[in-house]
């Protein structure tokens, strides 16, 4: 019903910069959350940056390098990542919190299907 696809990963050497972009697609009713976690390696999924309401999180390894920003009128949300760490590296996932139109009053989470980020020298 819904689908989220992302773009924007790649391969990138450390202090470079990336832009990810998900737009969400389908039977939306209402989006009341999105945002972008990443999981590396052995690690758990974290949240990196995401907009809950009126409110904007960033997770405290990413501020002041990373800026989220979003365009209501098509869905989407971006992450412009400015000078990338070796420890940046992950898949980076899009998730948000919807309502549909046959299920306006009930909101479920939808994920991307993940893009890569390397940030090797």
């Known amino acids: 019903q819904v689908q989220l696809v992302e773009s924007g990963g790649g391969l990138v050497q450390p202090g470079g910069s990336l832009r990810l972009s998900c737009a969400a697609s389908g039977s939306i009713f209402s989006i009341n959350a999105m945002g972008w976690y990443r999981q590396a390696p052995g690690k758990q999924r974290e949240l990196v940056a995401g907009?809950?309401?009126?409110?904007?999180n960033y997770a405290d390894s990413v501020k002041g390098r990373f800026t989220i920003s979003r365009d209501n009128a098509k869905n989407t949300v971006y992450l412009q990542m400015n000078s990338l760490k070796p420890e940046d590296t992950a898949v980076y996932y899009c998730n948000a919190r919807v309502a549909t139109i046959l299920q306006p009053r009930t909101k479920y989470d939808y994920w991307g299907q993940g893009t890569q980020v390397t940030v090797s020298s």
């Open positions: 907009f809950t309401g009126g409110v904007t």
